[in-house]
RNA sequence: GCCCCUGUAGCUCAGUAGGAUAGAGCAACGGUUUCCUAAACUGUAGGUCGUAGGUUCGAUUCCUAUCGGGGGCACCA
């Protein structure tokens, strides 16, 4: 099935004055130039080949040269009519061959998750829902960074406090204890002091990198050590992404390309592609061609240990041989933009990566306060990632009781809504910007429940709900959409047609943010018609069962994108 | 120093192949409730799209310069 769009010329485009038209054409312009004629003539041409098709009410020139297309509401009528009992509402979900990866998440072990991960989380699940729905194979993996410098200072700073313990003992040869030696409070606490103290002490620098450099290659007693602040980790960072409702197919840390790293590392030198310099082994990736410095990608420290970009190489090279990928797109802080230029130009220099793989960095800005300033908390510390959540949903109870909702529903109900509505409000305030651009994080207004926001679809979508449990009390049938009554009927029946081409669009430029607008759009003409057609007291019975067609069209239609944006409608609110 | 991103209404942001009168939310000032959830609907006002050139029939969009803001640039990730 096509979309009601490209059934009238796949080179139309919605209408930008919705006054004159429903669709417009500009090629006849762009035409003209290349062709040497006048553009307006060129238009009557098309305009001629066109009219015989019945499914025009209209068709003008305008202006310069634009082809101005109106569809009689008979074909409108039948196009909303046959997609309304689609299962896939006209969209196409077959199977693709493309295989793509999504690199999202990548939270720090010992660290907690800030809004930096709450950005990668929400777009990499926005894009490997949207991505599945159009029928790719989808392959989401949490790269987990469990393998830097970050340990070496955790073990080190561990040692210092208590140095008695067995992992620190190089000649310990029993078993080491199967339970972790500090709890995960703790492991919180220790990683921003060994961080502070690292970067203020040189000389605790240096030890925590030879720490890393021998965990790195597997000294015994650190290795079950890292273990430990690993598994302990990897639960509370569950316990966040369950909360945005966000699953990953696996959960492959850097660690896991541990030996993967030093077998890369060796075909790149006996290929020639790696070379020694300054006791380091770097591999060049500047071209002839460019203008610009690229500096030479670092894969060993002259001390022995790995770096990130080893790990994202050799990551590289275990997704193309496992995957088989054909598309790899890294939902990372569009400041690592650099790096993924050298680690994408060295895999491709080397190949191992072959030509045909996409390669994209799915940058995405940073989030910041009131001030313009990176987002903290009120005294000037990293705001994690579940108080965030906590703050949201504390929001969200408080004003479900200011304004007396769901008073009928049970305490245990409405705590279940105001988790909903909170996410929601969350998820949206974040995914209606474009990615790339740095957006200000104000608490009060997303939680305002007023305006673009989540919150007011759901609204929307839930007042659908309703109309339709109404309906089926009262033994209304859902007919088939059929009639045309209004312009608000029209004009809702033709935002609906722009499903497919939303989602197209929003894939090739993975940007959630067409979704947004276009499910806020769906809303917006939607409360419209629902102010101007009351379905539950229209007597006839055909209207008032194409209305309700219509009505379960757009429910389904705004379910199913508001779900691409990783955001859940409830029964009620 | 080199490179990248960015500058759109009072504020926060959209603008999906160069196209007609540049959009939305909030804030401001109005209107709508015997009516399916008013967390709604709706009207008005508000912009020389940073500035100056260029390409084009046509530029917020492409190119150049310039000013302002942010970011990045070998042993962190």
Redesign the pocket.
């Known amino acids: 099935m096509s979309t009601l769009r490209s059934k009238i010329e ?2 139309v ?5 919705p ?3 429903q669709f ?1 054409c ?2 006849a ?2 035409v ?2 290349s062709a040497g004629r006048n ?1 307006r003539e060129l238009a009557v041409e098309i305009m001629e080949r066109l009219s015989e098709k019945p499914m025009f009410k209209n068709i003008e020139i ?7 297309f109106t569809l009689t509401d008979a074909y409108i009528i039948n196009h909303a009519s046959e997609v309304s009992v689609d299962e896939s509402m006209g969209c196409d979900t077959a199977a693709k061959e493309l295989r793509v990866v999504i690199d999202f998440g ?1 939270p ?1 072990v010992a660290k907690p998750m800030h809004v930096g991960h709450l950005r990668s989380a929400i777009i990499g699940d926005s894009l490997q829902r949207l991505f599945r729905y159009l029928g790719y194979n989808v392959i989401s993996d949490n790269h987990l ?1 469990d ?4 340990m070496g200072m955790l073990i080190s700073e561990l040692r210092r406090r208590e140095p008695s313990l067995p992992y620190f003992d190089e000649f310990f040869g029993g078993e080491y204890p199967a339970e972790a030696p500090i709890s995960i409070v703790d492991l919180e606490l220790m990683y921003p002091e060994a961080s502070k103290k690292c970067k203020a002490d040189s000389e605790l ?1 240096a030890e925590a ?1 030879v720490c ?1 450099d021998q965990l790195q290659q597997g000294r015994p007693g650190f290795v079950a050590l890292w273990k430990h602040f690993v598994n302990l980790s990897v639960k509370t960072l569950n316990v966040d992404f369950e909360k945005l409702d966000v699953k990953f197919d696996h959960w492959l840390g ?1 660690s896991y390309y541990m030996d993967r790293m030093s077998t890369v590392v060796d075909r790149l030198k006996k290929d020639g592609f790696a070379e020694t ?4 082994t ?1 591999m060049h990736v500047v071209t002839e061609k460019d ?3 690229i ?2 990608v ?1 894969l ?4 022995g ?5 080893t ?1 994202d190489i050799a990551t590289i090279d275990y997704r193309v041989e496992t995957f088989n990928a054909d598309r790899i797109c890294y939902v990372v ?7 993924f230029e050298q680690v994408f130009r060295a895999v491709k220099k080397s190949g191992i990566a072959p030509e045909s793989l996409m390669l994209e960095h799915v940058g995405f ?2 989030v ?1 306060g ?1 001030d ?1 300033k990176p987002y903290k908390t009120r005294d000037g510390g990293v705001m994690k990632l579940g108080d965030l959540i906590t703050l949201v949903i504390d929001k ?1 109870v408080e ?2 009781s200011e ?1 007396n ?2 008073a009928d529903q049970s305490e245990e109900a409405r705590r279940e ?1 105001a988790e909903i ?1 909170g996410m929601a409000a969350l998820k949206f305030a974040d995914l ?3 990615r ?5 994080f ?1 608490l009060e ?1 997303f939680s ?6 989540g ?2 679809l759901l ?2 979508a ?2 659908i ?3 339709l449990r ?2 089926t009390d009262a033994g209304f049938p859902v007919g088939s959409i059929a009639v045309c009554t209004s312009e608000a009927e029209r004009n809702l029946m033709l935002e609906l047609a722009k499903f497919e ?2 989602l197209i ?2 894939a ?2 993975t ?1 959630p ?2 979704l947004c ?1 276009y499910v ?1 759009d769906l ?2 003409v939607f ?11 229209e007597e006839n019975e055909t209207t008032r069962g194409s209305w309700l067609a219509l009505v379960s069209y757009t429910l389904s239609t705004m379910e199913t994108v508001l779900g691409l944006l990783g955001i859940q409608v409830p ?3």
């Open positions: 796949s080179v485009v919605d209408a930008a004055r006054d004159l038209c417009q500009n090629g312009l762009a003209a130039k553009p305008a202006g310069p040269g634009f082809l101005n990548g720090n960074g393998w830097g410098t970050q620098m990198i890393t850097e310099s300054e006791g380091a770097v203008t610009k410095e500096p030479p670092m060993v420290k002259s001390g240990g790995f770096l990130y970009a790990s802080d569009k400041r690592q933009g650099l790096h800005g940073t910041n009131a313009g969200a004003r479900i304004a909702v769901a809504i509505v209606q910007n474009h790339l651009s740095d957006y200000v104000d207004k305002s429940f007023e305006g673009k926001t919150p007011y609204y929307s839930v007042r709900k309703s109309i109404k309906a081409d939303t669009a929003a090739a430029d940007a943010n067409y607008d806020y809303s917006k409360n419209r018609f629902f102010k101007e057609c009351h379905i539950l007291r029964e009620r609110m």
